[in-house]
Protein backbone atom coordinates (compact mmCIF):
# COMPACT_ATOMS: atom_id res chain seq x y z
CA UNK A 1 0.00 0.00 0.00
CA UNK A 2 1.67 3.14 -1.23
CA UNK A 3 1.79 5.90 1.46
CA UNK A 4 2.54 8.25 -1.04
CA UNK A 5 1.16 8.84 -5.31
CA UNK A 6 2.07 10.30 -7.44
CA UNK A 7 -0.87 9.88 -10.23
CA UNK A 8 0.30 11.25 -13.33
CA UNK A 9 3.23 9.34 -14.50
CA UNK A 10 3.85 12.01 -16.84
CA UNK A 11 3.09 15.81 -17.77
CA UNK A 12 3.88 17.68 -20.86
CA UNK A 13 3.73 21.66 -20.44
CA UNK A 14 4.97 24.38 -23.37
CA UNK A 15 7.78 26.18 -22.14
CA UNK A 16 6.68 29.35 -20.60
CA UNK A 17 3.90 27.85 -19.14
CA UNK A 18 2.75 26.95 -15.59
CA UNK A 19 3.83 23.00 -14.52
CA UNK A 20 1.84 21.56 -12.11
CA UNK A 21 2.97 18.74 -10.32
CA UNK A 22 0.44 16.61 -7.46
CA UNK A 23 1.32 14.17 -4.50
CA UNK A 24 -0.86 12.57 -2.18
CA UNK A 25 -0.35 10.66 0.98
CA UNK A 26 -2.33 8.64 3.47
CA UNK A 27 0.03 9.24 6.63
CA UNK A 28 -1.36 11.79 8.46
CA UNK A 29 1.99 11.27 10.67
CA UNK A 30 4.24 13.06 7.82
CA UNK A 31 5.30 16.22 9.01
CA UNK A 32 7.76 16.98 6.34
CA UNK A 33 7.75 17.13 2.44
CA UNK A 34 10.31 17.28 -0.26
CA UNK A 35 10.47 17.35 -3.96
CA UNK A 36 13.57 15.83 -5.64
CA UNK A 37 14.32 16.18 -9.49
CA UNK A 38 15.98 13.54 -10.83
CA UNK A 39 17.84 13.18 -15.09
CA UNK A 40 18.34 9.91 -16.37
CA UNK A 41 21.63 8.63 -15.52
CA UNK A 42 21.94 10.83 -12.26
CA UNK A 43 20.49 10.29 -9.09
CA UNK A 44 17.93 12.70 -7.81
CA UNK A 45 19.06 16.14 -6.54
CA UNK A 46 17.22 17.97 -3.89
CA UNK A 47 14.25 20.85 -5.15
CA UNK A 48 12.48 22.13 -2.12
CA UNK A 49 10.54 21.52 1.27
CA UNK A 50 8.20 22.13 3.23
CA UNK A 51 7.02 21.72 6.59
CA UNK A 52 3.37 20.77 8.13
CA UNK A 53 3.67 23.74 9.80
CA UNK A 54 3.47 25.79 6.91
CA UNK A 55 0.93 25.77 3.42
CA UNK A 56 3.39 27.46 1.12
CA UNK A 57 7.04 27.66 0.41
CA UNK A 58 8.63 29.33 -2.52
CA UNK A 59 12.25 28.94 -4.20
CA UNK A 60 12.55 31.22 -7.05
CA UNK A 61 10.81 29.28 -10.05
CA UNK A 62 9.56 26.72 -7.75
CA UNK A 63 6.60 26.77 -5.40
CA UNK A 64 5.06 23.96 -3.31
CA UNK A 65 1.80 23.62 -1.66
CA UNK A 66 0.83 21.78 1.33
CA UNK A 67 -3.20 21.00 2.03
CA UNK A 68 -2.99 19.41 5.05
CA UNK A 69 -6.66 18.59 5.29
CA UNK A 70 -6.85 17.14 1.98
CA UNK A 71 -3.31 15.13 2.04
CA UNK A 72 -2.38 16.53 -1.22
CA UNK A 73 1.02 18.63 -1.72
CA UNK A 74 1.66 20.30 -4.87
CA UNK A 75 5.14 21.59 -7.43
CA UNK A 76 4.48 24.46 -9.39
CA UNK A 77 7.02 25.45 -11.65
CA UNK A 78 6.65 29.17 -13.03
CA UNK A 79 7.69 29.65 -15.59
CA UNK A 80 8.67 26.26 -17.45
CA UNK A 81 11.80 25.71 -19.16
CA UNK A 82 13.18 22.57 -20.94
CA UNK A 83 15.88 22.42 -19.00
CA UNK A 84 13.05 21.30 -16.33
CA UNK A 85 12.25 18.35 -18.10
CA UNK A 86 12.98 15.74 -15.58
CA UNK A 87 11.30 12.84 -13.11
CA UNK A 88 9.91 14.19 -9.96
CA UNK A 89 9.84 12.77 -6.73
CA UNK A 90 7.67 13.99 -4.14
CA UNK A 91 8.81 12.26 -0.53
CA UNK A 92 7.66 12.57 3.22
CA UNK A 93 8.98 11.84 6.81
CA UNK A 94 7.53 10.99 9.53
CA UNK A 95 8.03 12.99 13.09
CA UNK A 96 9.31 9.54 14.50
CA UNK A 97 11.31 7.55 12.23
CA UNK A 98 14.58 8.26 9.79
CA UNK A 99 13.06 7.46 6.31
CA UNK A 100 12.25 8.87 3.48
CA UNK A 101 8.96 7.57 1.23
CA UNK A 102 8.78 8.45 -1.96
CA UNK A 103 6.12 8.50 -4.72
CA UNK A 104 6.22 7.04 -8.21
CA UNK A 105 7.43 9.76 -10.10
CA UNK A 106 6.00 12.10 -12.55
CA UNK A 107 8.00 12.71 -15.79
CA UNK A 108 8.03 16.52 -17.01
CA UNK A 109 8.24 17.18 -20.44
CA UNK A 110 8.57 20.68 -21.37
CA UNK A 111 8.22 21.43 -25.35
CA UNK A 112 10.14 24.10 -26.19
CA UNK B 1 34.29 17.50 -3.12
CA UNK B 2 33.33 14.82 -5.05
CA UNK B 3 29.79 14.10 -3.20
CA UNK B 4 28.45 10.57 -3.05
CA UNK B 5 30.31 7.87 -5.26
CA UNK B 6 29.43 4.89 -6.06
CA UNK B 7 31.42 1.95 -7.37
CA UNK B 8 30.41 0.35 -9.55
CA UNK B 9 28.38 2.01 -12.38
CA UNK B 10 27.16 -1.11 -13.83
CA UNK B 11 27.03 -4.96 -12.87
CA UNK B 12 25.69 -8.12 -14.32
CA UNK B 13 25.33 -11.23 -12.29
CA UNK B 14 24.19 -14.48 -13.02
CA UNK B 15 21.85 -15.63 -10.16
CA UNK B 16 23.16 -17.08 -6.76
CA UNK B 17 26.38 -15.04 -7.42
CA UNK B 18 27.47 -12.78 -5.08
CA UNK B 19 28.54 -8.98 -5.14
CA UNK B 20 29.32 -5.80 -2.73
CA UNK B 21 27.94 -2.43 -4.35
CA UNK B 22 30.09 0.56 -2.54
CA UNK B 23 29.05 3.84 -1.46
CA UNK B 24 31.69 6.72 -0.20
CA UNK B 25 30.49 10.38 0.74
CA UNK B 26 32.87 13.13 1.82
CA UNK B 27 30.94 15.34 3.21
CA UNK B 28 30.74 13.89 6.88
CA UNK B 29 27.40 12.98 7.08
CA UNK B 30 26.50 10.50 9.66
CA UNK B 31 23.63 9.53 7.95
CA UNK B 32 23.57 6.65 5.22
CA UNK B 33 20.85 5.56 2.82
CA UNK B 34 20.51 2.38 0.31
CA UNK B 35 17.75 2.43 -2.14
CA UNK B 36 16.39 0.52 -5.34
CA UNK B 37 14.28 2.57 -8.12
CA UNK B 38 12.24 -0.09 -10.37
CA UNK B 39 9.98 1.44 -12.56
CA UNK B 40 6.77 3.35 -11.05
CA UNK B 41 7.92 2.35 -7.47
CA UNK B 42 9.83 5.84 -7.20
CA UNK B 43 12.50 4.64 -4.71
CA UNK B 44 12.52 2.27 -1.83
CA UNK B 45 14.36 2.03 1.25
CA UNK B 46 16.52 -0.89 2.10
CA UNK B 47 18.86 0.07 5.02
CA UNK B 48 20.29 2.95 6.19
CA UNK B 49 22.67 3.81 8.82
CA UNK B 50 22.43 6.65 11.79
CA UNK B 51 26.29 6.49 12.05
CA UNK B 52 29.43 4.48 12.20
CA UNK B 53 28.70 0.81 13.16
CA UNK B 54 24.81 1.29 12.84
CA UNK B 55 22.51 -0.69 10.29
CA UNK B 56 18.72 -0.50 10.56
CA UNK B 57 16.17 -2.31 8.22
CA UNK B 58 14.35 -0.50 5.84
CA UNK B 59 11.20 -1.05 3.84
CA UNK B 60 12.71 -3.60 1.42
CA UNK B 61 15.96 -5.15 3.35
CA UNK B 62 15.09 -8.70 2.30
CA UNK B 63 18.17 -10.80 0.54
CA UNK B 64 20.77 -7.32 1.53
CA UNK B 65 22.97 -6.81 3.91
CA UNK B 66 24.79 -4.17 4.53
CA UNK B 67 27.75 -2.45 7.12
CA UNK B 68 29.22 0.83 8.13
CA UNK B 69 32.84 0.05 9.27
CA UNK B 70 33.83 3.75 8.35
CA UNK B 71 31.60 6.84 8.42
CA UNK B 72 32.47 7.61 5.32
CA UNK B 73 31.45 3.98 3.50
CA UNK B 74 28.35 2.30 3.50
CA UNK B 75 28.24 -1.20 1.62
CA UNK B 76 25.67 -2.82 0.44
CA UNK B 77 25.93 -6.70 -0.13
CA UNK B 78 23.81 -9.17 -2.05
CA UNK B 79 24.61 -12.72 -1.09
CA UNK B 80 22.74 -14.73 -3.12
CA UNK B 81 21.65 -12.70 -6.61
CA UNK B 82 18.12 -13.30 -7.76
CA UNK B 83 16.84 -11.91 -10.99
CA UNK B 84 14.53 -9.59 -8.50
CA UNK B 85 16.91 -7.71 -7.45
CA UNK B 86 17.91 -6.45 -11.16
CA UNK B 87 17.23 -2.49 -10.56
CA UNK B 88 19.00 1.05 -10.21
CA UNK B 89 20.68 1.06 -6.85
CA UNK B 90 21.02 4.65 -5.56
CA UNK B 91 23.15 5.12 -2.13
CA UNK B 92 22.13 8.54 -0.12
CA UNK B 93 23.69 10.30 2.95
CA UNK B 94 22.45 13.20 4.84
CA UNK B 95 24.05 15.58 8.02
CA UNK B 96 20.76 14.25 10.24
CA UNK B 97 17.41 12.60 9.47
CA UNK B 98 15.81 16.39 9.23
CA UNK B 99 18.27 17.86 6.12
CA UNK B 100 18.01 17.20 2.77
CA UNK B 101 20.03 13.78 1.41
CA UNK B 102 22.19 13.94 -1.22
CA UNK B 103 21.94 10.90 -3.92
CA UNK B 104 24.91 9.40 -5.36
CA UNK B 105 24.82 8.88 -9.45
CA UNK B 106 23.52 5.00 -8.81
CA UNK B 107 24.72 1.38 -9.75
CA UNK B 108 22.84 -0.62 -12.64
CA UNK B 109 22.45 -4.12 -11.97
CA UNK B 110 21.25 -6.74 -14.24
CA UNK B 111 20.54 -10.40 -12.74
CA UNK B 112 19.89 -12.95 -15.31
Redesign the interface.
Known sequence: DQQVKQNSPSLSVQEGRISILNCDYTNSMFDYFLWYKKYPAEGPTFLISISSIKDKNEDGRFTVFLNKSAKHLSLHIVPSQPGDSAVYFCAAKDNAGNMLTFGGGTRLMVKP | NAG?TQTPKFRVLKTGQSMTLLCAQDMNHE?MYW?RQDP??????IH?S?GEGTT?K??VPDGYNVSRLKKQNFLLGLESAAPSQTSVY?C?SSAT??H???????TRLTVL
Open positions: VYYGMGLRLYVAGEFASFEQFFGPG
